[in-house]
């Protein structure tokens, strides 16, 4: 699966399912967790979905702000473990 699948995907279940604005234009480097849009929990979802889609697990430590802020961390992350 290459890098813009991942993207679309990544971008499609956030805007949908945990922004629930599927017309929201969410940017690749938008502070999708500092600017209000996402919280913890969504986080946590984000990782449950991310396993079952790709088939790549993120550790606790690693489904923080600072580290999943953006749908660019996002992406990074499960490239790094396809």
Not at 48 to 54: D, G, L, P, R, T
Not at 62 to 68: A, E, G, I, N
């Amino acid at each position: 699966m290459d890098e813009k699948t991942i993207r679309e995907k990544l971008r499609t279940f956030i805007t949908h399912e945990l922004i629930r604005d599927p017309h929201y234009d969410l940017q690749n480097d938008e502070g999708i967790i500092t600017n209000g849009l996402m919280d913890s929990f969504s986080l946590a979802e984000f990782g449950v979905y991310v396993e079952q889609e790709f088939n790549v697990y993120i550790p606790d430590a690693d489904l923080t702000v600072s580290k999943m802020d953006t749908l660019n961390q996002m992406v990074a992350r499960v490239m790094r473990d396809l």
